[in-house]
Each structure stands twice: as structure tokens, then as C-alpha cells.
């Protein structure tokens, strides 16, 4: 683009921009022009600047493969000879200053690039300006990979994790009541509070009957829970953090619990018992494999650090932890076995690309294992990328590859030929033999059978394994398994990330139409998911006629290895808009230009399923759209429908945690613990195993279990519920002073007026097992709901009272009538032989007056 410009001293400059450059010339003067690059200039002589850029031949200066292949390092060699005889200004941009120092051990003959400059820069393409004599390369090109532009910062609302939330309670979710059991939740609702014996059936004012029944006007809001044989239990919103959402691992529903009856109580000691087992099994396994010498990688070289430092994007905080922690755990001398879980497209390759290259530096060779052969082919393509610019040999075994050069590889595998090898569970088959292998790398191991994990176990025993998952790991697991299992989870957007708009209606042919010519017109494709083989062709068929303009093809696994592999490779180039395609295409593939995808007969996928599919679109900073259609006499029944509600109500960035809970199928969960703990999930639900579990792996590892606090508050002058406090009589001004007044301890709806957030947050503050909790707790309030009424001061000072008890072995604070009663080892604390009593000038200032009584203790 040219144009022209007046600087403050008059004088016209002309201005010639492209990508990232700036020529600024003074055409009246006889001194130099600048060219800026990036940050920095390039100056030239004054000779004649009327001319335009030009790109240079591919042939003379886009060598790609720079690295590897001796024949165009000879070429690029005889091209600089050529520039160099013209007298031409040679300039090379490079991203870092090891690049330079990796381009002279390449090349060689450092004479040969005496009169060359090698500057440091960001510059996607070379050029040629014939009429100032100047060639521009970019390193990017010569080593064929894109370049990594400036990095931004995240903002900070993206980095918002994803939470596994079990107090989403929605009517006739199942619940688990700590103390009751299993049960169904009727929803929240308001009753009337207990009538005390011998009250009036109406209020009494001045010795005459009111209309107004406080019993009844004044009601409180409860968790209505419904029991075995219909028996109904009312809990307060206080003791709102008993119940939870009850998550199972199969789609058959508990059975209710009976009310009062023990067998609850038997089902969640044998649990327990399990549980324990359990652990100590886990603990023994990692014990085990400590034992076992593993490869001591080096710390990470000066290649390893630009190596990262060339990555296009900028690392999620999630991402940049799993990468640190895999790097730690292979400078170890024990083997690595550590899980990556992360939802779909939130960047887990990125972490094995780099345990790879880590490996590769320390001389090792890297198998990088994929489900199926189009995951394993993409797998290929981004790993040879990534590493275009290093002398990193990476080969593909998979049935896309002939008999003759699966045997050609399988020769250089046992002679240290290949570095990386990836592949699908052809690499574990007896004829693959390495000369050194360091580590293994496993996507999406839920995918494989029983028999080819076992294999894994048994083969990969003493090199380090990092093995990564797209099905998320509830976070309360992940932190029960803390200590026990090295697991990392990535739960971050990346930057730009835009949530998938999720419609759901009755299949008809109009809304297909429009979803593909809307995505058509904005140079984007199309995933058509029909995952019917019999009938695929039908459906493609009706898409070329709805849409005639787009260009159609099928995948689908049955289909030949070469057929499949030129479809899909054609619809990454973005040669084909609309693959009409069978769920071949679920698993890890990302192909950031297809940003719509139609699944028809939704109905028929799991929620799991249906969520894995629909994160194959929105990969990029467009936004995407997910169609899920419906037989139209679908649409108003079924547990489909409900299922497909639950994906459209979770469209939030890293939902796949809630949607795993929605779906009552923890897959993660199973694929970790194994089957034999499923029982015990689906006896005392999800939330409460973790509970257990992480009671019995600190036991085990003799560290302090940390409980709720076990500590029993019945204190006369505090009302714990807003009912209670509202419904107190009114003293008069005589009787103020005497009057047995309440004071306010409990969350209004005037501070938090959502029944849902409220439930939430009792729940947490009744968790709270620590003074710097509550400090943190008090902050992150504050921080969202503003400044606190009397009623929650008062309800965290309740909080304090607890701690201080817990600390000093208080089981029961009672307060009755100002006297205090303290339980410690099931006797009363005495001072002087009485009782204390509070003394201080105001009711208000009583909870103070015990807390200080407590620390003194």
C-alpha cells in the first residue's frame, strides 16, 4: 500500500506498508531511506526508490526443510552466492537470538555470511525490493513453519475455570442427605414453623384474637426432600450443605432410602471399609513403580527453550502448570506416569508435543499412541510442524502406510533411525522394536480396549507414560487422588475462545440449508454428522440437493485407508465445505475452519458423546453453532429431549465437567477407580465417595484428615434462619431490657436473593475447616455481594466460634439464659465450680464474649 505523508517540518515522506513493514522515504533529500521491520530498521542507499515489492520465487529463498535436507541448504547456498555477486543488502529475520546460532550451525561456512544480516524480529514473508537492491528473508519460511507473532496477555475473564457444582439441584434430581440417605428433591418451598405446645391457635394482642397467625404467615424456605415409602424431609436452607446432588455411574436410578432405617448407615460403613482397601491398593502401585530406576532426562536445553518460545499462541495458566509438572517428573529418576486431563481443544498436545521434543533432545526415542488412524494422522501433521526447524526425524505407522514402508520404518526404529513414532495400536504389536525408547505418549486411553491397556501396562513398565484424556476428571476426584495418582487437569479457555451456540429443534430441511450456506458465506465448512453407513449416501445426496453450490464428500471408518485418508485430507486443505460424515470424526481431531456442525438424530448419542462432538467446531476465534436435530415427534418427550436440553444448558466454556455429572455417567471416574468402586458410587453417590476416599488416602499417608467441623452450637439468644428472627414478638420499650431478644445469624435474600447461591453458599461456609478458608471465604463474598448485613457478620463469627472450638476440643457450645455450657471429652467446663456467664453490656456483643472464652481454653 503506498501513500504519502506531511511530518510537522513540512516536508512530504512516502510511505510503502506491507505485513509489518514501514519504508519511509525523503525523496527531495540525498540521504538514506529506512525501511522498519518489526522493532527494528534497515537502512538503504538513495538510488531509486520508485520501485515496487515483489515476492521472491518459491525456489529462492522458501527452502522449508531447511534443517534436514542437504540438497537445500546447497541450493539456498548458491541463490545467497547469487544475491551476493549483484551486490544486493541481504537481511534475515529470525524470532530469536538461538536461531541465529542454529542457522550458523547449519549452514556452516561462517565467511559465507560475513556481508549477510541476521536480525532478530517477527516476519511472516520475505520479499525482494529490486530497485533499492534488497532481499528480506524470513526464518519462518526457511524453515518452513509459520510465524509466532507477539504474545498477548489473557484477560482476566478467561480465566474463569469450570467447577463440578453439586448443589445444582433441579426438581426430581436424586440427592444424598448425609445422615438419611438417598432421596428426591421435590424443590424449594415454604411451610409454616412448628407450632409450640399449648400456642394459641391465633395471635393474641390486647387480650383479643388477631386474623394473622404468625405460625403460618411467617414461613420459611426448605430443601423438600422425598424418601422410601413417600415420607417427606424438610431441611432448612442452614443445613442446606447435608444434601447433595446424588451422581452415579450408570443409568440405572438408586433406589430411595427408608427414613430412620440403618441400613443407610451399614451401606456407608461398608463403603468406607472399600474405599480404604481401595486406596492402599493405589498407594502400594505407586510405591511399586518408585521402585523401579526410570530414564533421569536432563534439565531442559537451549533448544527446548526456543522450541517453546516458537509456539503461535499464547499457554492457558492450566497448561502452563501440566507442562512444568510433566518436565519435572521425567527429570526424575523414578518413570513418569502422570494423566493430562483437559476438555476438548484446550491445548493437552501442545504438552505432549513438548515432553517429546524434551525427550528427543536427551537422545530417546518418543511412541505417541492414537485410537484411530485419522487422530493418528493429524497427530503427524501438527508434531511435524511444530518441529519443522529441528533435526527431529518423526514417522507415521498406521494402515495409511504401505506394507513396504511400514517395514522401512520398523527397520529404522530398531536402529535409532526415528525419533518419533505415532501411530495407532499398531505400535504395540510384537514385530515394533525401538533401540531406545524414553517416553510413551497415549491420547484419548478411554478409547482403547482392556486388553490393549493391559498391554500398555505391561510393555511401557519402565519408560515414562503421559497419557491424556478429553474425558474430564471431576475436579473433587482429582483432588481425592491428590498424592496418589500424578494427575494435571486443564481447565482454562484458551484466549478468544468463543462458546458453541447450541440449537435444538425437529429436523427440517430449512434450517440445514441455512446453517451451511450462513457457514459458506463466511469461507468456513461444514461437518454433516449421519452415523448411519447404510444410509450415508442418502443423506449426502439430500445436502448436495438442498445446497448445490457447496462441494460434499463422505467419511466414514469403513471406507478404504487411502479413500479416507484423501477425504479428510482434502477437507483439512478446505477443498471439500460439507463432510457428510459418521462419528469418526469425535475423537481429537481439530480442524479450526469448520466452525458448524449438524448432527442429525441426536437423540440417538449420549450426552458425553453429544458434548465430544459438538467441541469438533469452535476451535478457532469464529463463532461456531451446533445443530442438534430431532425426529419431530421427539421433541416434547423422552429422556432424550432432556438430554439435549442439558447440552444446550452447559454451552459455557469448560462445562464438560457438569455435562459428565448430567449425563449420571462419570467416565473419567470409572476409567481411573475401575469397576469394582462403581458399586460403591452408585450406593452412596459420587460427591460422598470422594469425601471418603480422600478421609482414607490421608489416613493411609498418615497426614491429618481434614472434616467439617464436628462442633454442636445451641445457643437461646441467636436465630439461625430468617423466619425465625422475623417471626420473634416485638418488645416493648418497658420490656426491652428483659426481653429475651435474638439477634441475627444466617444469609437474608436481601443479600443474596437467589434460593440456588444461597444453598451454595451455606454449603460453603459450613466446609470451611480452617481460619485462612474463612479469611478467604469472607473476601470472595464481599468481593461478589458488597458489604455484609448484621446477619452474615454474625453468622461468620458463628464460623470462628466453631474453629476455636474444634481447636481446643469443644464438642457443644450451649448458651442458655446467658449461662455458658462447654462440652470437652463429654464433660462440662467449669470455672470456679459454676458455670460462666456472659457479662457483657449488649446482646450483641455476647458472641464475641464467647469466642474469647473459647480461646482462652
Same mark, same amino acid.
Given at each position: 500500500?503506498?501513500?504519502?505523508?506531511?511530518?510537522?517540518?513540512?516536508?512530504?515522506?512516502?510511505?510503502?506498508?506491507?505485513?509489518?513493514?514501514?519504508?519511509?522515504?525523503?525523496?527531495?533529500?540525498?540521504?538514506?531511506?529506512?525501511? +522498519?521491520?518489526?522493532?527494528?530498521?534497515?537502512?538503504?542507499?538513495?538510488?531509486?526508490?520508485?520501485?515496487?515489492?515483489?515476492?521472491?520465487?518459491?525456489?529462492?529463498?522458501?527452502?522449508?526443510?531447511?534443517?534436514?535436507?542437504?540438497?537445500?541448504?546447497?541450493?539456498?547456498?548458491?541463490?545467497?552466492?547469487?544475491?551476493?555477486?549483484?551486490?544486493?543488502?541481504?537481511?534475515?529475520?529470525?524470532?530469536?537470538?538461538?536461531?541465529?546460532?542454529?542457522?550458523?550451525?547449519?549452514?556452516?561456512?561462517?565467511?559465507?555470511?560475513?556481508?549477510?544480516?541476521?536480525?532478530?524480529?517477527?516476519?511472516?514473508?520475505?520479499?525482494?525490493?529490486?530497485?533499492?537492491?534488497?532481499?528480506?528473508?524470513?526464518?519462518?519460511?526457511?524453515?518452513?513453519?509459520?510465524?509466532?507473532?507477539?504474545?498477548?496477555?489473557?484477560?482476566?475473564?478467561?480465566?474463569?475455570?469450570?467447577?463440578?457444582?453439586?448443589?445444582?439441584?433441579?426438581?426430581?434430581?436424586?440427592?444424598?442427605?448425609?445422615?438419611?440417605?438417598?432421596?428426591?428433591?421435590?424443590?424449594?418451598?415454604?411451610?409454616?414453623?412448628?407450632?409450640?405446645?399449648?400456642?394459641?391457635?391465633?395471635?393474641?394482642?390486647?387480650?383479643?384474637?388477631?386474623?394473622?397467625?404468625?405460625?403460618?404467615?411467617?414461613?420459611?424456605?426448605?430443601?423438600?426432600?422425598?424418601?422410601?415409602?413417600?415420607?417427606?424431609?424438610?431441611?432448612?436452607?442452614?443445613?442446606?450443605?447435608?444434601?447433595?446432588?446424588?451422581?452415579?455411574?450408570?443409568?440405572?436410578?438408586?433406589?430411595?432410602?427408608?427414613?430412620?432405617?440403618?441400613?443407610?448407615?451399614?451401606?456407608?460403613?461398608?463403603?468406607?471399609?472399600?474405599?480404604?482397601?481401595?486406596?492402599?491398593?493405589?498407594?502400594?502401585?505407586?510405591?511399586?513403580?518408585?521402585?523401579?530406576?526410570?530414564?533421569?532426562?536432563?534439565?531442559?536445553?537451549?533448544?527446548?527453550?526456543?522450541?517453546?518460545?516458537?509456539?503461535?499462541?499464547?499457554?492457558?495458566?492450566?497448561?502452563?502448570?501440566?507442562?512444568?509438572?510433566?518436565?519435572?517428573?521425567?527429570?526424575?529418576?523414578?518413570?513418569?506416569?502422570?494423566?493430562?486431563?483437559?476438555?476438548?481443544?484446550?491445548?493437552?498436545?501442545?504438552?505432549?508435543?513438548?515432553?517429546?521434543?524434551?525427550?528427543?533432545?536427551?537422545?530417546?526415542?518418543?511412541?505417541?499412541?492414537?485410537?484411530?488412524?485419522?487422530?493418528?494422522?493429524?497427530?503427524?501433521?501438527?508434531?511435524?510442524?511444530?518441529?519443522?526447524?529441528?533435526?527431529?526425524?518423526?514417522?507415521?505407522?498406521?494402515?495409511?502406510?504401505?506394507?513396504?514402508?511400514?517395514?522401512?520404518?520398523? +527397520?529404522?526404529?530398531?536402529?535409532?533411525?526415528?525419533?518419533?513414532?505415532?501411530?495407532?495400536?499398531?505400535?504395540?504389536?510384537?514385530?515394533?522394536?525401538?533401540?531406545?525408547?524414553?517416553?510413551?505418549?497415549?491420547?484419548?486411553?478411554?478409547?482403547?480396549?482392556?486388553?490393549?491397556?493391559?498391554?500398555?501396562?505391561?510393555?511401557?513398565?519402565?519408560?515414562?507414560?503421559?497419557?491424556?484424556?478429553?474425558?474430564?476428571?471431576?475436579?473433587?476426584?482429582?483432588?481425592?487422588?491428590?498424592?496418589?495418582?500424578?494427575?494435571?487437569?486443564?481447565?482454562?479457555?484458551?484466549?478468544?475462545?468463543?462458546?458453541?451456540?447450541?440449537?435444538?429443534?425437529?429436523?427440517?430441511?430449512?434450517?440445514?440449508?441455512?446453517?451451511?450456506?450462513?457457514?459458506?458465506?463466511?469461507?468456513?465448512?461444514?461437518?454433516?454428522?449421519?452415523?448411519?453407513?447404510?444410509?450415508?449416501?442418502?443423506?449426502?445426496?439430500?445436502?448436495?440437493?438442498?445446497?448445490?453450490?457447496?462441494?460434499?464428500?463422505?467419511?466414514?471408518?469403513?471406507?478404504?485407508?487411502?479413500?479416507?485418508?484423501?477425504?479428510?485430507?482434502?477437507?483439512?486443505?478446505?477443498?471439500?465445505?460439507?463432510?457428510?460424515?459418521?462419528?469418526?470424526?469425535?475423537?481429537?481431531?481439530?480442524?479450526?475452519?469448520?466452525?458448524?456442525?449438524?448432527?442429525?438424530?441426536?437423540?440417538?448419542?449420549?450426552?458425553?458423546?453429544?458434548?465430544?462432538?459438538?467441541?469438533?467446531?469452535?476451535?478457532?476465534?469464529?463463532?461456531?453453532?451446533?445443530?442438534?436435530?430431532?425426529?419431530?415427534?421427539?421433541?416434547?418427550?423422552?429422556?432424550?429431549?432432556?438430554?439435549?436440553?442439558?447440552?444446550?444448558?452447559?454451552?459455557?466454556?469448560?462445562?464438560?465437567?457438569?455435562?459428565?455429572?448430567?449425563?449420571?455417567?462419570?467416565?473419567?471416574?470409572?476409567?481411573?477407580?475401575?469397576?469394582?468402586?462403581?458399586?460403591?458410587?452408585?450406593?452412596?453417590?459420587?460427591?460422598?465417595?470422594?469425601?471418603?476416599?480422600?478421609?482414607?488416602?490421608?489416613?493411609?499417608?498418615?497426614?491429618?484428615?481434614?472434616?467439617?467441623?464436628?462442633?454442636?452450637?445451641?445457643?437461646?439468644?441467636?436465630?439461625?434462619?430468617?423466619?425465625?428472627?422475623?417471626?420473634?414478638?416485638?418488645?416493648?420499650?418497658?420490656?426491652?431490657?428483659?426481653?429475651?431478644?435474638?439477634?441475627?445469624?444466617?444469609?437474608?435474600?436481601?443479600?443474596?436473593?437467589?434460593?440456588?447461591?444461597?444453598?451454595?453458599?451455606?454449603?460453603?461456609?459450613?466446609?470451611?475447616?480452617?481460619?485462612?478458608?474463612?479469611?478467604?471465604?469472607?473476601?470472595?463474598?464481599?468481593?461478589?455481594?458488597?458489604?455484609?448485613?448484621?446477619?452474615?457478620?454474625?453468622?461468620?463469627?458463628?464460623?470462628?466460634?466453631?474453629?476455636?472450638?474444634?481447636?481446643?476440643?469443644?464438642?457443644?457450645?450451649?448458651?442458655?439464659?446467658?449461662?455458658?455450657?462447654?462440652?470437652?471429652?463429654?464433660?462440662?467446663?467449669?470455672?470456679?465450680?459454676?458455670?460462666?456467664?456472659?457479662?457483657?453490656?449488649?446482646?450483641?456483643?455476647?458472641?464475641?464474649?464467647?469466642?474469647?472464652?473459647?480461646?482462652?481454653?
Amino acid at each position: 500500500m503506498l501513500g504519502a505523508t506531511e511530518d510537522k517540518s513540512g516536508v512530504v515522506r512516502d510511505h510503502i506498508w506491507r505485513d509489518h513493514l514501514a519504508i519511509d522515504i525523503e525523496p527531495e533529500k540525498t540521504s538514506n531511506a529506512h525501511i +522498519q521491520i518489526s522493532e527494528g530498521w534497515i537502512e538503504i542507499g538513495p538510488e531509486d526508490f520508485s520501485g515496487a515489492f515483489q515476492d521472491c520465487e518459491a525456489g529462492e529463498f522458501a527452502i522449508g526443510d531447511l534443517m534436514l535436507i542437504e540438497a537445500k541448504r546447497a541450493q539456498f547456498s548458491a541463490r545467497l552466492e547469487r544475491w551476493r555477486a549483484n551486490k544486493a543488502k541481504v537481511v534475515i529475520y529470525f524470532q530469536t537470538e538461538g536461531e541465529i546460532e542454529r542457522f550458523h550451525e547449519v549452514m556452516g561456512e561462517k565467511e559465507a555470511l560475513d556481508d549477510v544480516d541476521l536480525l532478530e524480529g517477527t516476519l511472516a514473508h520475505g520479499f525482494c525490493f529490486p530497485a533499492a537492491n534488497l532481499v528480506v528473508l524470513s526464518a519462518a519460511e526457511l524453515f518452513g513453519r509459520l510465524a509466532a507473532h507477539p504474545r498477548r496477555s489473557l484477560h482476566r475473564a478467561e480465566r474463569r475455570r469450570a467447577q463440578i457444582d453439586f448443589n445444582e439441584l433441579t426438581e426430581g434430581d436424586f440427592v444424598v442427605h448425609l445422615e438419611h440417605g438417598v432421596g428426591r428433591f421435590l424443590g424449594l418451598v415454604k411451610i409454616g414453623r412448628a407450632r409450640p405446645q399449648g400456642a394459641p391457635e391465633h395471635a393474641v394482642a390486647d387480650g383479643l384474637p388477631q386474623k394473622r397467625d404468625p405460625y403460618q404467615d411467617e414461613q420459611q424456605e426448605v430443601l423438600a426432600l422425598e424418601f422410601a415409602d413417600e415420607a417427606k424431609l424438610y431441611v432448612p436452607l442452614e443445613q442446606a450443605y447435608l444434601v447433595s446432588r446424588y451422581v452415579g455411574v450408570g443409568k440405572r436410578s438408586p433406589a430411595l432410602s427408608s427414613l430412620g432405617d440403618a441400613k443407610w448407615t451399614r451401606a456407608k460403613k461398608n463403603a468406607a471399609a472399600s474405599i480404604f482397601d481401595y486406596a492402599g491398593k493405589m498407594l502400594a502401585v505407586q510405591a511399586e513403580r518408585q521402585m523401579h530406576p526410570g530414564h533421569t532426562f536432563a534439565p531442559d536445553s537451549k533448544w527446548q527453550a526456543e522450541f517453546e518460545h516458537s509456539f503461535p499462541f499464547r499457554e492457558t495458566p492450566d497448561q502452563l502448570k501440566a507442562i512444568i509438572d510433566t518436565k519435572i517428573d521425567m527429570e526424575r529418576p523414578q518413570p513418569m506416569d502422570r494423566l493430562i486431563c483437559g476438555d476438548v481443544g484446550f491445548g493437552k498436545t501442545e504438552v505432549a508435543i513438548r515432553a517429546a521434543f524434551k525427550g528427543v533432545m536427551d537422545g530417546k526415542q518418543v511412541a505417541v499412541l492414537a485410537p484411530t488412524t485419522v487422530l493418528a494422522q493429524q497427530h503427524f501433521e501438527v508434531f511435524r510442524q511444530r518441529m519443522l526447524d529441528y533435526p527431529v526425524r518423526i514417522e507415521m505407522l498406521s494402515r495409511f502406510r504401505s506394507q513396504g514402508e511400514q517395514k522401512k520404518i520398523l +527397520q529404522l526404529l530398531r536402529e535409532g533411525g526415528v525419533d518419533i513414532v505415532i501411530g495407532t495400536h499398531r505400535l504395540i504389536s510384537g514385530d515394533v522394536v525401538f533401540k531406545d525408547l524414553g517416553l510413551v505418549v497415549i491420547d484419548e486411553e478411554q478409547r482403547f480396549g482392556v486388553l490393549h491397556k493391559e498391554k500398555f501396562k505391561e510393555l511401557f513398565k519402565l519408560v515414562d507414560v503421559l497419557t491424556l484424556s478429553a474425558t474430564p476428571i471431576p475436579r473433587t476426584l482429582y483432588l481425592s487422588l491428590v498424592g496418589v495418582k500424578d494427575m494435571s487437569t486443564i481447565e482454562t479457555p484458551p484466549l478468544n475462545r468463543l462458546p458453541v451456540e447450541t440449537m435444538v429443534s425437529a429436523y427440517d430441511e430449512r434450517i440445514v440449508r441455512d446453517a451451511i450456506n450462513r457457514e459458506l458465506e463466511r469461507q468456513g465448512q461444514v461437518f454433516f454428522l449421519h452415523n448411519r453407513v447404510q444410509t450415508i449416501d442418502r443423506a449426502r445426496d439430500r445436502v448436495v440437493h438442498l445446497c448445490p453450490q457447496a462441494r460434499v464428500e463422505i467419511g466414514h471408518g469403513q471406507m478404504g485407508s487411502d479413500e479416507l485418508e484423501a477425504v479428510m485430507a482434502r477437507f483439512i486443505a478446505g477443498k471439500v465445505d460439507v463432510l457428510v460424515c459418521t462419528t469418526i470424526i469425535e475423537s481429537g481431531l481439530d480442524i479450526p475452519n469448520a466452525n458448524t456442525i449438524i448432527i442429525d438424530r441426536a437423540d440417538r448419542f449420549g450426552l458425553a458423546d453429544l458434548y465430544q462432538l459438538r467441541g469438533r467446531v469452535g476451535r478457532a476465534e469464529h463463532k461456531a453453532y451446533a445443530y442438534l436435530l430431532l425426529p419431530r415427534e421427539m421433541m416434547a418427550i423422552g429422556a432424550a429431549r432432556k438430554r439435549i436440553n442439558a447440552i444446550k444448558q452447559y454451552s459455557s466454556l469448560g462445562a464438560g465437567f457438569r455435562i459428565a455429572m448430567r449425563d449420571l455417567e462419570i467416565r473419567g471416574a470409572g476409567s481411573i477407580l475401575g469397576t469394582a468402586q462403581s458399586g460403591h458410587i452408585m450406593t452412596v453417590g459420587f460427591d460422598l465417595y470422594c469425601q471418603l476416599l480422600k478421609q482414607a488416602v490421608a489416613q493411609l499417608k498418615g497426614e491429618k484428615v481434614q472434616r467439617r467441623l464436628d462442633v454442636d452450637l445451641r445457643i437461646d439468644f441467636v436465630a439461625t434462619n430468617e423466619a425465625e428472627f422475623v417471626q420473634q414478638p416485638k418488645p416493648t420499650p418497658r420490656e426491652a431490657d428483659s426481653f429475651p431478644w435474638k439477634i441475627p445469624a444466617f444469609i437474608p435474600t436481601t443479600f443474596i436473593s437467589d434460593a440456588t447461591l444461597r444453598i451454595k453458599a451455606y454449603r460453603e461456609i459450613a466446609e470451611i475447616t480452617a481460619r485462612d478458608q474463612l479469611d478467604r471465604l469472607r473476601r470472595d463474598w464481599r468481593d461478589r455481594f458488597g458489604p455484609f448485613p448484621v446477619a452474615v457478620d454474625n453468622l461468620f463469627l458463628l464460623t470462628e466460634i466453631k474453629l476455636a472450638a474444634a481447636k481446643s476440643g469443644v464438642t457443644r457450645v450451649e448458651v442458655h439464659d446467658r449461662k455458658s455450657m462447654l462440652t470437652r471429652h463429654e464433660d462440662f467446663i467449669l470455672v470456679a465450680g459454676k458455670f460462666p456467664r456472659l457479662v457483657a453490656a449488649g446482646i450483641e456483643q455476647y458472641l464475641g464474649e464467647i469466642l474469647e472464652l473459647i480461646k482462652k481454653l
